[in-house]
């Protein structure tokens, strides 16, 4: 798929992040998303990131 091949350029997907967020659960619910959507489901997606001096300790 073109459009996922543009999705994984983003830094976002850098597997140094290891938070989940570049999961490969994650891209498989980006993909069923955009089935859903592309089956005329009406889809909307909320994004949150955490602040950058947020820890889990």
């Known amino acids: 798929m073109p459009d996922q091949v543009e999705l994984l ?4 997907w850098d597997k140094s ?3 989940g967020r570049s999961s490969t ?3 498989a619910l980006l993909n069923r ?5 592309a ?3 009406q889809i909307q ?3 949150t990131q955490p602040d ?3 820890t889990m300790d």
């Open 45 to 47: 997606i909320y994004a």
């Open 52 to 54: 950058a001096a947020f």
């Open 25 to 27: 659960a994650m891209l």
């Open 9 to 12: 350029k983003n830094s976002m």
């Open 17 to 19: 992040l290891a938070d």
């Open 39 to 41: 089956a005329g489901m």
């Open 33 to 37: 998303l955009r089935e859903m959507r």
